[in-house]
């Protein structure tokens, strides 16, 4: 059968255009031994793939050019030669930007609750809420009563970071862009106050927000926001830097004050990571953020674009702001 | 009697100039309850002296302008009003630079070995000693065989955590300014590599000194020499900040490049410390201090400038590289 993909054409400089992607139409046969045929339904963008599209060292592989792009997928099992999987099963795993592949069995995982949206399972029940979890329990370590702020807040893993602070009693201050998400931070997600970072008043805004100052900064923006956040780190502060969206694409490293005086000034401890490497503690994140799902303590937005075709504006949407919550590309009902 | 101190004139703008300093003398009565008569052997010049200069707020509180300036000394006790001390006592703790004082005797230490050279208690045996100790090995952690990069190598905490590193079997590379350092780096104090910034291959040293990468960098410089050696970071790198030197007469905020991007790929922690946060383990990092020194494993160089009113120029020669080793200026016999 013939099915569709999308490929990486060329390495991009700035901001992702169209011509770094090729549609390409390509055959694929039959599942072999162990593999399953998944077709997919909801694919994710994030913004760590754009470190992917550059060839520059990281801690992820580059993506090949002329291959098809890869991410988080959830599917549907269309055929089945492995003996843990049967058509009709809804799995997720790193899959290629294809509308129908082949792969091996061992490489998903079986979604056991299907009564939830499945896209779910790519923002806060798959990677982007255990990213919020495990930055935030393990390195945030936020106390009753202390002030976490987190950037992006909006967004997939902000949003659960936000959530989750609530859940341990901080008081919670989120940074996002624009009224219409700064109030749904407050209104929806139960932040104790949502600011604006393209309002000229951001930095007053900032240190009226934390008359405490701020215990836990978690990162996932950089630029000249962390800047402001981190004159007002207390003593012992811990930053969790899980991104730095704003600098992402940049064709010039991105310069500001150096951290040192900051970091010796208030004893301050901050650390970058991967997701990856709390895998061994998925298994207990997963039941948490899942329960507090179904209980209603933690709530989502998800951005939800149509068509396979659309997942390179989708992608760009992530650096420009006109996503909402976590985007995902529906491809297949 | 009549005594001789140093108070803070004003302000320093920049490195600090022979007018922010004033020669004063005063009189003093006998020690009070409690209290013992000390005269300064050895008074400590040290580089975190400069930020108590500024009045912006920090972890330690800044001098008080027309009043002495303060910091570790050597004395001994000319009288004892207090029953833990004695007449001929050595003694060390936080004090005024002045020539004589009556103080709490709850506010020094006595020395129990006085066999060693007196100014050790301000190096290896004192504060220096301390915050080489408890930063590299509760926040650097080193392990056998790992690479440890230090700057200000040659100074009175570098030269410390470059030989406790070597104790723990690192591979242990120093950074330090000019030709006579960097020798005396390898040549006396055993390490691995020394390499001097101010050569203009210092970037390509640095590389082949780490050909396995960087697993911690004890911070004491900041500026361009820490982002280089940013670039060469190993997975799960650990930085304590103990300080960064560079930039400390700086008039305005130090530029460079924004550090999340790199923490995020390396997963790597940094982390600000003050010594004083440790202050529950001083002794046992005493004990073990004063053993690698009895058994002649940690070397130490002091540069001992003569006379009280040197004080200043002593305290300018940590900013310009003139020191070498640790930096004291001899009081009295």
């Known amino acids: 059968m013939k099915t569709e993909r999308i490929v990486l054409a060329k390495r991009p400089v700035g901001l992702p255009t ?3 992607f090729r549609y390409e139409t390509v055959e694929i046969g039959q599942p ?7 077709e997919a339904l909801y694919i994710s963008v994030d913004p760590y793939m754009r470190g992917r599209m550059s060839d520059s060292e990281s801690y992820v592989q580059p993506f090949k050019l002329d291959e098809a792009l890869n991410g988080h997928v959830v599917g549907r099992v269309t055929e089945s030669n492995h003996d843990q999987f049967e058509t009709g099963d809804i799995v997720t795993g790193g899959l290629p930007w294809q509308k129908v592949v082949n792969i091996s069995g061992d490489k998903v995982i079986k979604v056991s609750n299907t009564e939830v949206p499945l896209y ?3 923002s806060v029940l798959g990677m982007p809420g255990q990213t919020a979890y495990h930055g935030l329990l393990k390195i945030g370590e936020p106390q009753e009563g202390e002030t976490v702020v987190v950037s992006a807040a909006s967004g997939a ?3 659960v970071v936000g959530q989750i602070a609530k859940l341990k009693g901080a008081h919670v201050v989120g940074i996002a862009g ?3 998400k700064t109030a749904y931070l407050t209104e929806t997600l139960g932040f104790d106050v949502g600011l604006d970072y393209k309002d000229e008043d951001f930095a007053t805004a900032l240190s009226e927000a934390v008359p405490n100052g701020i215990d836990v900064y978690f990162e996932n ?3 000249d926001i962390a800047d402001e956040v981190f004159k007002h780190l207390n003593q012992f502060a811990r930053i969790p830097v899980c991104g730095a969206i704003s600098g992402y694409n940049d064709t010039e490293i991105e310069y500001g004050p150096r951290i040192q005086p900051t970091l010796i000034k208030s004893q301050a401890l901050m650390k970058g990571f991967i997701v990856g490497n709390y895998a061994d503690d998925f298994k207990r994140a997963s039941q ?3 329960q507090w799902v179904t209980e209603d303590k933690i709530k989502t937005k998800t951005t939800v674009e149509e068509g396979f075709e659309n997942l390179p504006q989708a992608f760009r949407n992530l650096f420009t702001g006109d996503n909402f919550g976590k985007q995902v ?3 297949a009902d």
Chains 1, 2 share one sequence.
């Open 157 to 159: 893993v902000g949003s």
């Open 178 to 180: 624009g009224p219409e």
């Open 288 to 290: 948490d953020l899942a």
């Open 32 to 38: 072999g031994d162990n593999e399953i045929q998944i």
């Open 120 to 122: 779910l399972y790519l």
């Open 329 to 331: 590309v529906k491809v």
């Open 18 to 20: 169209d011509e770094i």
């Open 221 to 223: 923006v950089g630029g």
